[in-house]
């Protein structure tokens, strides 16, 4: 089955340690976004790749960097992990075509700062 | 003004009613209207789509869309204790990238 997958589902990382967040899919689709959600909170969008192309929101905290490699793949790199960053983090995936922007989102990453 | 909201809840049904959840949006320009379903601790999985004015159905699902009013509704009929979750709403401007949530509204379908 085509599907959005996310790597590791769980993450525990200490206070200021880097962690690297992945999210796979086979739906083939060409624009990739990451959000962050917290408890009883609306996804966040943090920022989306159209095929190769990134785009960050302009309140994305420099903190957290996006590499996509190819058309499957996309990383969320947290540089330096503040306890304010702990959070589900959600990958979704969309096929843009006319008007539509159906999103698919991943399991999601439930990150734990100590 | 947050540009789509809704009640957070709980909205509490007995089983087998029809739960009425709302939401409204404040960008005029948007086309595009989603309602996902999301369990506690998951990710949002998407229950259906809709473009136009009037009502679509989906099984026991019903979206209602008035632009006119930035409104947009879902009925769930038959309400079962499995849908018991967080509905959010989310709203595209017109196929662009931004789609932005609402916070969601609990739902608590008792048995």
């Known amino acids: 089955d085509a599907m959005v997958i996310q790597n590791p589902r769980y993450q525990v990382t200490q206070f200021g340690k880097p962690v690297t967040l992945s999210c796979s899919q086979t739906l083939n689709h060409n624009v990739m976004y990451w959000y962050q959600q917290k408890s009883s909170q609306a996804p966040k969008l943090l920022f989306h790749?159209?095929?190769?192309?990134?785009?960050n929101e302009a309140d994305t905290p420099d903190n957290f960097q996006s590499r996509r490699p190819n058309t499957s793949f996309c990383f969320l790199d947290i540089r330096s992990p503040g306890l304010g960053d702990a959070a589900m983090y959600l990958c979704?995936?969309?096929?843009?075509?006319?008007?539509?922007?159906?999103?698919?989102f991943g399991p999601g990453t439930r990150l734990t700062v100590l | 003004q947050k540009e789509v909201e809704q009640n957070s809840g709980p909205l509490s049904v007995p089983e087998g009613a029809i739960a009425s959840l709302n939401c409204t949006y404040s960008d005029r320009g948007s086309q595009s209207f989603f309602w996902y379903r999301q369990y506690s601790g998951k990710s949002p999985e998407l229950i259906m789509f809709?473009?136009?004015?009037g009502d679509k159905e989906d099984g026991r699902f019903t979206a209602q869309l008035n632009k006119a009013s930035q409104y947009v509704s879902l009925l769930i009929r038959d309400s079962q204790p499995s849908d018991s979750a967080t509905y959010l709403c989310?709203?595209?401007?017109?196929?662009?990238?931004?789609?932005?949530f609402g916070a969601g509204t609990r739902l608590f379908v008792k048995a």
């Open positions: 809709i473009y136009s004015n």
């Open positions: 790749y159209y095929d190769k192309d990134f785009n």
């Open positions: 979704a995936t969309s096929l843009i075509q006319g008007r539509t922007d159906t999103q698919y």
């Open positions: 989310a709203v595209n401007r017109n196929g662009g990238f931004k789609t932005i």
